[in-house]
């Protein structure tokens, strides 16, 4: 029925691109395909263009190479002693800062946990309005691929360290929405998730278990997501831009 | 209704009409009387409302049915007007000057069944989906498990049997049919 | 002394009318607003063209919650489809039910028991309640009241507390089935329904002190976000929205469906069309809720009737061509299911009727020229949209 998912391994690997293709648990399954013909122009205002600056001096302007960093991220390594590394950890668990935004039908469990009846904030868990602010990313259900793009972006903006959640069972196997043309299915694919909350949706106490889970993991110094992602980004960038047919953004967006 | 059937017949060629309720009625309009016709019982009629616009795939046939279903408040009833038009390069006259709103139908039908509205605003810009490169995706011989298939990667272990065989077997193991 | 800022001026208009937005001459700014945006509802995002901080030009974009639900249901069974049409809108997903389960009942003949149609008008009714509350508290958010929605979430989990004993589940109910509704209610369900409808007279009554008597709140909302007259019909506005512009359009007077004709009620109307007006009635539709639910609940028959129509082996259910439209006045106006079959098991075309699609996308994007940045989410708030309703 669906021979292209069941191809050899070792050929599926030779044929990836050139680093360590294996992330752990995160399995291969097809080749990237590769990069699409750009069928898609840039919209406008991301061409190359020459601008007129003050006193009449034109200047250059290429917006996907000058308006963003250039280097990919850099695996960040522990701290020089395990007891200080500990201790980070330790702070790092009690002031998880969820990045508000609802990327799916989840969210809408996410009121009931900012309020009185759940009251995640005594947790120290706390929603904030900005990536830069934020540390943990709940990606609350399906991912069409027009919001993966901006997941994805949100995702690069954050701060180290940080860590997603995949909320719901449409992150885990596409869930519900197994066959939709518009959804992508396993969201391990395109971003490094340190946790899954499993249900069509989660109930308010299923996610704040989850958090507990989360925040074990992080004092445990298991929550790595944010390095693995760093260590196998081209594996990801790969991934992302077979599903995203009109990459119109800078490949790091920091 | 009937009524108001058998007065419109007298000023405009008229097709089949279907009585679905007491309050809802579908008619087939030929496809050049549709905008004088919409402006008429806009205008006159009272038919004030434009509750959706929307196609069908009969693929069968090659044609799609475009359903302009319009309401009226004072009397509470509504008219669905039914246009076929060709499969191949299809396109519409647009209506968006009779009611703004239709504009964003016309977009999503532009996106998603391929049916061209010339004139309508911003009628080629991307609605819902993005840089999409296939066939739109609410056509009939488009295959959405296909597409699924080959373009995003599954999670090994999901079984997904035939509900309908699965479902026989647990309520019905004698039925044969 | 009131400053009237002489907004004929700019921005300023080509000889077809179109507006004259040059980026380049340094006048105008490009600005996003969403999809990650605490001042937007759901995930969407507007293209805003801002001149110092009034916008030019707005642009809804929409698409970010797209799962092709018109396209899956086509491919599944007619009971299939019953799990998830509530997915659809996920705020208030019974109007999903309710008109799916409506369309496909008229199009196969099903006589719906009566003690069915009672349980509906209950379900959709408590929904309602959860929607308004929901919006109560974003539209006091979106103008700094962040107190507004602490309290509102807390009464709406009570009232998801009876939505879960009723139907087994807080979100998604999926409890109006094709054929009737899944089961009946259960024992003392009405003193407990009771008990949650007086602490959401309680908390209404102290919203209604905090939020619509506050004068920050009226000063940004009287006068602004106005929906004029002759864009009712052009822009297909429906429910609160265009009952707080003075017209008395509701579905459940207008075309009475359920058992809608034999409650007492009239449309709650409004006057002046603004942000302010649109929220008193919303605010006044919940507390007819309300009422709704005590006389739906001290009306229906009281015996354990049936709740189930027969319907044809699930398996093997075809039904003849024919096409239909069967709507509902939900939270935010007309919501409605186009559904067309051709004799085989699965529908032809179901085609969605959110009350978002015409709000969010022409009127919003009328409503917002001219408009102040600042309150730019209020007003998206105040036509009470939600994202998923529109691109399905």
Known sequence: MDKKTHKDPAKTSAELPSVDLNPP????????????????????????????????????????????????????????????EDLFNWARAESIWILGFGTGCGAIEMRPLMTPRYDAYRYGIQWRPT??????????????????????????????????????????????????????????EYLPVDLYITGCMPRPEALLAGFMDLKRMIRAGEAEGANKYAEYFDWYKANQKRVIKDWDMPDYSW | MIELYEQLKQRYALG???????????????????????????????????????????????????????????????????????????????????????????RELKEMFGIDFPGSP??????????????????????????SRDTYLERPGRSTSDPAQHMKQLFYPEDKD | MAYTPDRSQYPQKKADGSLDIDLTSGKYLKLWQGPQHPGITGNMSIELTVCGDEVAEGRTHVGYLHRGFEKLMERRTFIQNFPIVCRICVPEPDFNEYCYAAAVEELAGIEVPERADWIRALILEMGRINSYLMYLGGQAGALGQAVIGQWSTYVRDLMLDRFEELTGARIYHMFIMPGGVRDNLPTGFRTRMEHTLGEIENALRDIHNVMFRNAVFEKRTRGIGVIEKEWLDSYGVTGPCIRAAGVPRDVRKDQPYLVYDQLDFDPVIGKDSDIYTRADVRRRDLLLSVDLIRQILSRMPQDDGPTMATTPNVLHWKIEPGETYVRGECSRGEYGYYLVTDGSGYPRRVNVRGPSYTHAMALFERMVVNCNIADVAALLVSLHTYPPEIER
């Not at chain 1, 540390?135 to 360290?161: C, D, H």
């Not at chain 2, 019982?41 to 434009?50: N, Q, S, V």
């Open chain 2, 122 to 147: 911003r009628i080629d810009e991307d609605f819902i989906l993005e840089g999409w490169t296939e066939i739109p995706p609410y056509r009939r011989d488009f295959d959405t498990l296909e597409y």
């Open chain 1, 131 to 188: 990536p830069r602010q934020a540390n943990l990313f709940v990606i609350s259900g399906y991912l069409s691929v027009k919001t993966l793009k901006r997941a994805i972006r949100s995702y690069e903006q954050m701060q180290n360290p940080k860590y997603v959640v995949g909320l719901g069972s449409c992150t885990i196997n596409g869930g519900m929405y197994w066959d939709s043309y518009n959804t992508i299915k396993r969201l391990d």
């Open chain 1, 25 to 84: 648990e995160v399995q291969p399954q097809k080749p990237p395909a590769p990069p699409a013909e750009r069928t898609i122009e840039l919209p406008e205002e991301l061409r190359k263009r020459t601008v007129k600056g003050p006193g009449g001096v034109e200047i250059e302007v290429e917006p996907l190479r000058d308006y963003y960093c250039e280097a990919p991220p850099t695996v960040m390594p522990a701290a020089y002693s395990k007891i200080v």
């Open chain 2, 16 to 106: 089949e009409i279907s009585v679905q309720r007491f309050d809802l009625v579908f008619i087939t309009v030929p496809r050049e009387n549709l905008a004088s016709l919409l402006l008429y019982l806009r205008d006159t009629e009272g038919f004030t409302h434009l509750v959706l616009l929307t196609a069908v795939d009969w693929i069968e046939d090659n044609k799609f049915q475009l359903t302009y279903l319009i309401n009226n408040r004072e009397s509470a009833t509504d008219l669905g007007l039914r246009v076929i038009i060709d499969r191949d390069e299809a396109s519409m006259e647009s209506i968006h000057d009779l009611w703004p709103t239709a504009a964003t139908y016309q």
